[in-house]
């Protein structure tokens, strides 16, 4: 697994002179219940250092590079930029999850659960490479593979709420506004997962999941977004 490790800093660019907390940020909690032998802790206090670094350096670009936004559209675009499926998309770019080290439960759950552990997981990375590096060098992997998508996402709106745009588009094309049900719930209740539709009148339109009824509000409007964008390109 050494060697596999090695082959990670190739394709994120990093070089960790303690490989330990290496280790460690790729370390899932769930990996230590299948193997309690295993010399390196979970990866979560490193997650909690890692969110707070991204979340200054997140900030700091933003705020020097778009000097003319508000408070408010600053920490929009902000949250689109560290979300956790962004996180977890930036994540999978990097081939994180051929080397995080799961439990053969996680290691095969491809839905929002996988998600939230591939974001952590980058979080612990970032966590550990500060540590280990510092705070510039941090700022450059930050800006490499995350900032770089921020132009992108502020032309194409990506920041702007979805259930609001699609309450906006909605109500100006069918004069009606969009209505949200919990369809279904599911899991444990420390990481219970609902299933929320959106309608329009009585029609369901799509269907979203989420770790609250909120988070499957807001993917269930992307869906419906998503399809609306999709129908008018067929036209």
Same mark, same amino acid.
């Given at each position: 697994?050494?060697?596999?490790?090695? $082959?990670?800093?190739?394709?994120?660019?990093?070089?960790?002179?303690?490989?330990?907390?290496? =280790?460690?940020?790729?370390? %899932?909690? @769930?990996?230590?219940?299948?193997?309690?032998?295993?010399? =390196? @802790?979970?990866?979560?206090?490193?997650?909690?250092?890692?969110?707070?670094?991204?979340?200054? *350096?997140?900030?700091?670009?933003?705020?020097?590079? =778009?000097?003319?936004?508000?408070?408010?559209?600053?920490?929009?675009?902000?949250?689109?930029?560290?979300?956790?499926?962004?996180?977890?998309?930036?994540?999978?770019?990097? %081939?994180?999850?051929?080397?995080?080290?799961?439990?053969?439960?996680?290691?095969?759950?491809? &839905?929002?659960?996988?998600?939230?552990?591939?974001?952590?997981?980058?979080?612990?990375?970032?966590?550990?490479? =500060?540590?280990?590096?510092?705070?510039?060098?941090?700022?450059?992997?930050?800006?490499?593979?995350?900032? *770089? +998508?921020?132009?992108?996402?502020?032309?194409? &709106?990506?920041?702007?709420?979805?259930?609001?745009?699609?309450?906006?588009?909605?109500?100006?094309?069918? #004069? *009606?506004?969009?209505?949200? $049900?919990?369809?279904?719930? @599911?899991?444990?209740? %420390?990481? #219970?997962?609902?299933?929320? &539709?959106?309608?329009? +009148?009585?029609?369901?339109?799509?269907?979203?999941?989420?770790?609250?009824?909120?988070?499957?509000?807001? $993917?269930?409007?992307? #869906?419906?977004?998503? #399809?609306?964008?999709?129908?008018?390109?067929?036209?």
């Amino acid at each position: 697994m050494a060697l596999d490790l090695k $082959n990670f800093e190739k394709i994120i660019g990093l070089k960790f002179k303690n490989t330990a907390l290496l =280790y460690e940020a790729l370390t %899932h909690r @769930s990996y230590l219940n299948e193997n309690p032998s295993w010399q =390196y @802790s979970q990866n979560e206090r490193l997650e909690y250092l890692g969110d707070t670094v991204l979340e200054l *350096i997140v900030s700091e670009y933003l705020f020097f590079n =778009y000097p003319d936004y508000p408070e408010g559209q600053l920490t929009a675009v902000r949250a689109a930029l560290v979300n956790y499926q962004f996180l977890a998309k930036i994540a999978k770019n990097i %081939h994180l999850d051929d080397f995080i080290f799961l439990s053969r439960g996680e290691a095969q759950d491809m &839905g929002k659960a996988k998600e939230v552990i591939l974001a952590n997981a980058f979080e612990a990375v970032l966590g550990a490479f =500060y540590l280990d590096k510092g705070y510039k060098k941090s700022a450059e992997f930050v800006e490499k593979n995350i900032l *770089i +998508n921020t132009k992108e996402i502020i032309e194409k &709106g990506l920041y702007i709420d979805p259930k609001s745009l699609l309450q906006k588009v909605i109500q100006d094309e069918l #004069k *009606i506004t969009p209505t949200y $049900n919990v369809l279904s719930e @599911s899991g444990p209740d %420390h990481q #219970k997962l609902f299933r929320v &539709g959106v309608y329009f +009148n009585d029609k369901l339109i799509a269907e979203g999941e989420g770790f609250s009824k909120q988070e499957a509000e807001v $993917n269930a409007a992307e #869906k419906a977004l998503e #399809k609306k964008s999709s129908k008018e390109k067929e036209l």
